[in-house]
C-alpha cells in the first residue's frame, strides 16, 4: 500500500510564498494521478489542485488559480505544489492523496490514499 507524506507547511505572511512536497512511499510514474486538498477549521475540504498520472493534465480551484502550481518530480516520487501570494484564506491544513489508474480530478471520493496533512497558517 502507497503511503504519502507531507511536508513544507508553516507560517508565513499575507502575499508571501510556500512550497508543500508530498513524497510517496513508492514509484508513482504513470501509476497514479496526485491531487492537492485542503480543510480549514469548520469547512469542509477542498479540491486546491490535481496533476494526472503521466502530468500531461492539471486541474485548480478557481481560488488559486494564477497563484499555485502543481508539479510533479517521478524520479523522485514526489509532487509539489508551488504556492504564491498566498491570503489568510489559504490557512488550512493541506493534505495530498492518490488515485491508481485513474484520474482523482478535484474530488475527495476520486482517491483512496492520503497523508495526514501539513499546517499552512497565513498572518500577519
Known amino acids: 500500500q502507497l503511503a504519502l507524506v507531507e511536508s513544507g507547511g508553516g507560517l508565513v505572511q499575507p502575499g508571501g510564498s510556500l512550497s508543500l512536497s508530498c513524497t510517496a512511499s513508492g514509484f508513482i510514474r504513470d501509476e497514479y494521478s496526485i491531487g492537492w486538498f485542503r480543510q480549514a477549521p469548520g469547512k469542509e475540504r477542498e479540491g486546491v489542485s490535481c496533476?494526472?498520472?503521466?502530468?500531461?493534465?492539471?486541474s485548480y480551484a478557481e481560488s488559486v488559480k494564477g497563484r499555485f502550481t502543481i508539479s510533479r518530480d517521478d524520479a523522485k516520487d514526489t509532487v509539489y505544489l508551488f504556492m504564491h501570494n498566498l491570503e489568510p484564506s489559504d490557512t488550512a491544513v493541506y493534505y495530498c492523496a492518490a488515485a491508481r489508474r485513474y484520474f482523482g480530478g478535484l474530488k475527495s471520493e476520486g482517491y483512496n490514499v492520503w497523508g495526514q496533512g501539513t499546517q499552512v497558517t497565513v498572518s500577519s
Open positions: 496533476v494526472t498520472r503521466t502530468g500531461d493534465y492539471t
